[in-house]
Structure formats: C-alpha cells, structure tokens
C-alpha cells in the first residue's frame, strides 16, 4: 500500500497551524468602561464628540444592538473575555468572586494559537485576583497610587508593548476607565464642555483611543465595545449597577479590521458574550477551544434582524451593596423583561425610553420570552458578605435552610430616593457640607435600615465631621449587617485612632486587611501604628508587599521611608521619599510630612531644610510656616519663629486657626519689641 498521500495529508495537518498563525491577524481588545452607546453617532449621538469611535464604527461594521450581561465592570468583561454568562463564570459582581475553573478565556485559546497575549488595565476592579488574567503574558494592573489609570497612561502603555519585539501575532486587550465617575480628565478636555463633565470625558477617552489606533500595525483586527453605560439620571440612577435601563445595559460594539465587512451597521441583537467567538473565528481558532455562548456576530448579521435569542441580564449590586432584591431580566432585542418583587416589560422597539410596563397585556412572542429569565438561585452570588442572624431583626427573613432569600428584601424600584440620597449625601460630604450630609444620611438609614452601605456613608460622614462616637455606633450598624464590608472596617478603625484608642483601631484595620489584601487606606495606618509601637519588622512587610504588588500610595513610600531611617539607611529612606513626591497627588502635604518624619527622628537640619524648600515652592501654603515657626518657638529663638507666623497670616486659614496665630503674633511682638 503506498502510504505517501495520508503521509502528506498528515504533514499537511500538521503544519496547517503554523502556517495559519503567520497569516493570522493581530488583534487589538479595546474596552470602554462605563461608556454610553448613545454617545457615538451609529448609537443616535452626536457626530463631534467622538470623532475617532465613529470614524471606525464608520470605516468597520457597528453591531447597535448590542447587550451588556450586567452594568458591572467585573462581570461584563468576563463574559467579553471568555464568551460565557455570570451564570457560568461564576462573576456577578465587582470585587466578589474569582472567574471559575474550566472556563477557558480567549487568551488562553490566542495563546494555544501562538500569539503573543498582553493586557493594559485602567481599574482595580480588572485586578489579576479575579481571574481574568489567565492566558495573558503580561498583565499590566500594577495601578499604584490613584486607583485607576487615566486614558492617557494606557495608551503610552499600550503603544509600548505594540512596539516591543514578539513573535507571532498580538493580541493586546486595552481597558479605558475615564468615563467612570468622577469623569476626571485634564483641563483642555474640561473647559471643552464644562457643563457636561460625563462628555468631556468621552472626548477625553475617544482622543486617545484615536492615538492607539493610529498606532496599530496593518493586518489587525480591532474590536471597540463599552462593558456597560452610565444612567445619569436617567430612571433615577445618578451612575449604574443597579437597574437594567437601556443607559447601563445598551453597549458599543464595533468591529474593523481583515475579515470584517466594512462601512456596515448591524441591529441583529447580539451581547458581549458573541466578541470573544468573533474574534477566534478571525484568528481562525477552533471553536472547542474557547466553549463560549455566544455566536460569530458577522454570522449574526446575515441572520434576521430578531432571531429569537434570549440575551441573559442581571444586576446583583442591589444585593451586594445595599441588601435589595436583585434584577434579574432578558431581551432579545426587542422586548425585554425585567423581574423584582414582579415582572416588567419594555417594548423596546416603541418605547425606547422604557416607560411603559407592559406586562398585564404582553404580546404572546413576548409572553414567550419570559419563561427564559433565570430562577434566583438557592445560593446567592454574595453570600460571603451575608450575615444572616443580623438580618432577622431588620425584618429580612432568611429562607430554610439557614440562606438569605433575595425575593424578601427590598426591590430596587421602591428605593430610588435612597439611592439618590446616597449620592447626593456623598457629594455634600465630599464639598465639604457635612452638615447636610449628616442629616441627609440619617434619613436615609431610617427609610432604610437594612442598607449596610447606608450605614458605613452616614458613619463615615459622621467620622469626618469629628462625631466618633456616633460614628463608631454607626460603622457598628454596617458591619452587624454585613461583616465584610472591608470600608467600614478601615473607617471604625480612623475613628478609634482618633480616640487615642490605637490598638482597637489597629485590630480593626487588621480585619479590612483580611477581606481586601490591597486596601491602603487599612495597610498604611496599620504600618504607622506598628512603627509608633516600635515594630519596624512588623511594619515593613506590609509596606515591602504594597510597594512589590503596584498598589503603593505615596503614604506607603513615607512610612517605608520612616523605617529606612529608624533602620539607619537613609540613602534607601531619601529614595522612597522621592517616590513619594513623584507619585503624590499632592506635593505639597506630601514635601511636609517628609519633613515631619525627619523631625520625629531628631534629624532637624535636613527636617527644618524640607520645610524651608516646601515654603519656596508653595508659598500659599500654611502649614510649613506654622510647623517650623512652632520648631522655632520650642527651641527658643523666637525671632526666627516670627515671621513664619506672620507669613502664615496670609494664607488660607480656618478661623480657629487664624485666630491662635494671631494671638502668637501678638505676643511675639510684645516680646520682641521694635526689632519685630
């Protein structure tokens, strides 16, 4: 028998991958979190806002029916990721959870295909811990000190491994954060569109978006999708999580690139989980290896317009965040159901704005759909942070068997005005109106006083407002209701240290600690209170795995800093001061409590010296006059402490403040006579 033909057909098997990765194209991941579809123009927006998104969505193929599996980060992009629902990864909220084993993401099947896989992460919530870095070579969500990444560092990041060497084709996930409250965005962006901040920062976003595009190779594919919107108001919601409106849950999703019709728009309904199989099908991967749910989208397209699918949506934050009752709902493009206490429906099509409840006369197509929203499950996702014996006194029962049963908790739509309130207290608190926040807050805990996240707001606003014992009290509340709120726990802890309390307080950081390993606002006090016990051993280590993990703020680096000193290196304490200044989000806090550490340490030359730079670089600020001038007073040179005070007395100064100063002042002159 002569062998050769099945010898060569096998040879011919055998090097058909390699020869299909050397063709296949790069492939280029672009997420946009919490970026509405109706600000791009295929989406009904404006042609100017966003002009490289609707360049590509114009030059590629824009899919404006696109669905979101939940209008949270972490869930939405493990389905963009991998292809399967919540239901499958196991992801239904941010911070919870880890994606489950057995779920293979479209790294790990690029990978197998030999192409070079990367990551540029904007948000903590995207952290490697939650699994979704499997697959990936490099994962970059080394975030440091502000807690996101703004658009501008991505894409330098980004660019960078674009021109790095490789072999094989890219396939390089890049995730942008800036339309995510607060919006911030740099000031040119800003004075753009000054009364609409959400917008500046969708232009913000799609510049640097048009500069990562500008930089790609040829021959690449290039998926654009947002992981959720954002309501602004809409429906009552001040930002998302919560309800499942067109504003969270409609998401951008376009395609360009070899193998995509170009200049076409597609209504086909279709849900993040159909990019992960676009994508393969382009890399020319076999469908085994990714085992997702969802479908080739340009197969989608040449389908009709309604296909009868059945597009799985869930909102599990009520749950996790203020103990209501979850959403859970489905669409399939034009009907939607959503289901709390009871059932909703939306005719999309008509009724866009989701006005309307049709659900005591649906149409029998949609009557249909209905049967296919998910039963809640006997476990709920969250069940970590539940503690059920607090909740029997608060009027929400546990079912049998000793699990918190979500359908008796509050429906989110009776608590709209709590979740404005929510919002509106934390802005007062952040502008500096604790007075209205604390009263605002407290109503909110007594129209709703099984909200755990109510709870820790108004005890935090209480803290910050110099109420401890009632903040205490308060932080006590939230944390009977939810023991893991890692928050609360940190915020208790502030108040106990304020209290001179110093070791309950660091027995409460050591519990924030436990449930989030990456919480500064716990790691650096717990540090501090270590130091000030003279533990340097057990300080460093907490500092030394902030600083190796990415997740170092510029207190960590001072405290570092602090130990180097007691540790008498000051070669190594002078270079994490300089970390400090070089990551600070304000120098000029940062350049004093530099100089203050010096003094604690009876280093005064190079204390009193970073006090004198901190005043010639930021004359308006009082505080460095005011520490040196008091170092004067207490080593009895009174004429040098002079004129700090009355270089102090033109700056910025509450009245207390300005008041005391004053007063010293006053004496000095007495003191010194004519030579002041």
């Known amino acids: 028998m002569d062998f050769r033909p099945k010898l060569a057909a096998l040879a011919l098997a055998l090097l058909l991958p390699a020869a299909l990765g050397a063709q296949s194209p790069n492939i280029v991941l672009i997420s946009l979190d919490t970026f509405r579809a109706d600000r791009l123009a ?33 869930p939405s992009h493990a389905t963009l990721l991998t292809g399967a629902f919540p239901s499958r990864t196991g992801l239904h909220n941010n911070g919870l959870g880890r994606l489950a084993p057995g779920v293979p993401t479209l790294a790990e099947a690029l990978s197998a295909r030999g192409y070079s896989t990367a990551a540029v992460i904007a948000s903590p919530v995207l952290n490697a811990r939650y699994g979704l870095a499997r697959g990936f070579a490099h994962y970059d969500d080394m975030l440091g000190t502000f807690g996101s990444r703004p658009a501008g560092e991505i894409t330098d990041r980004a660019i960078a491994i674009l021109k790095a060497p490789r072999k094989g084709p890219l396939f390089l996930w890049v995730h942008f954060f800036d339309t995510h409250f607060p919006y911030q965005v740099p000031d040119a962006f800003a004075r753009a569109t000054t009364a609409r901040p959400y917008d500046a920062a969708v232009g913000y976003v799609d510049s640097e978006v048009g500069r990562l595009l500008r930089a790609l190779p040829a021959n690449t594919v290039v998926a654009v999708v947002s992981d959720h919107g954002e309501a602004l108001g809409d429906h009552g919601e001040p930002t998302h999580g919560v309800f499942l409106f067109q504003p969270t849950v409609h998401v951008v999703c376009v395609l360009s690139g070899p193998g995509v019709p170009a200049g076409k728009t597609s209504a086909v309904a279709c849900s993040l989980a159909d990019v992960a199989s676009s994508l393969s099908v382009l890399a020319s991967v076999p469908a085994s290896a990714l085992r997702s749910q969802g479908q080739d989208l340009m197969a989608l397209s040449r389908t009709p317009e309604h296909p009868g699918r059945a597009l799985p949506l869930e909102a599990w934050l009520p749950f996790a965040q203020f ?16 289901r709390g206490k009871t059932d909703r429906l939306y005719d999309l099509a008509s009724d866009p704005g989701e006005v309307r409840d049709l659900s005591a006369s649906a149409p029998l197509e949609a009557l249909a759909l209905r049967d296919k929203v998910l039963a809640l499950p006997a476990d709920p996702p969250t069940q970590g942070q539940v503690v059920d014996s607090a909740l029997l006194g608060l009027g929400h029962a546990p079912a049998p068997g000793g699990h918190l049963d979500p359908a008796s908790l509050p429906d989110p739509n009776d608590r709209v005005r709590v979740l404005q309130d929510l919002a509106q207290g934390r802005l007062e608190r952040a502008s500096g109106q604790s007075d209205r926040a604390v009263l605002r807050l407290k109503s909110v805990t007594e129209a ?14 209480l803290r910050r407002a110099g109420q401890t ?15 893991q709120l890692a928050e609360a726990w940190a915020a208790k802890g502030h108040a106990l240290v304020s209290q001179d309390k110093n070791a309950e307080g660091a027995r409460c950081y050591e519990r924030a600690l436990a449930l989030q390993p990456d919480f500064t606002s716990a790691l650096n006090p717990l540090a501090a209170y270590y130091l000030d016990e003279n533990k340097p051993d057990k300080a460093l280590p907490l500092l030394e795995r902030a600083v190796s993990a990415g997740f170092a703020d ?27 200044l070089r990551i600070s989000a304000d120098p000029r806090q940062t350049l004093k409590a530099e100089a203050d550490i010096y003094m604690i340490r009876a280093r005064y030359e190079e204390g009193t010296r970073l006090y004198a730079e901190g005043i010639k670089r930021y004359p308006a600020f009082a505080p460095n006059y005011l520490t040196l001038g008091s170092y004067y007073l207490q080593a009895d040179q009174p004429a040098q402490a002079y004129p700090l005070f009355k270089k102090a007395l033109a700056c910025d100064l509450d009245p207390k403040t300005r008041g005391h100063v004053e007063g010293l002042v006053k004496e000095l002159e007495e003191t010194l006579g004519p030579q002041s």
Not at 332 to 337: C, T
Not at 469 to 483: E, G, Y
Not at 561 to 577: M, S, T
Request: proline share 7%; aromatic share 12%; charged share 20%.
């Open 469 to 483: 014992d009632q903040a205490i009290a308060a932080l006590d509340r939230a944390l009977s209701i939810s023991s």
């Open 554 to 580: 510029d207190w960590t680096y001072l405290l570092r800093g602090r130990v180097r000193l007691v540790q008498d290196r000051p070669q190594e304490a002078a270079r994490d001061f300089e970390s400090a």
């Open 448 to 461: 709703d006083p099984g909200n755990p996240s109510a709870w820790y707001e108004y005890g935090e606003t």
């Open 323 to 338: 103990r209501w009752m979850p959403l859970l709902g489905v669409t399939d493009g034009r009907y939607k159901w959503v």
């Open 42 to 74: 295929a989406w009904g927006g404006a042609a100017d806002l966003a002009p490289h998104l609707n360049a590509l969505s114009a030059k590629g193929m824009a899919f404006t029916c696109c669905f979101a599996p939940a209008p949270e980060t972490l």
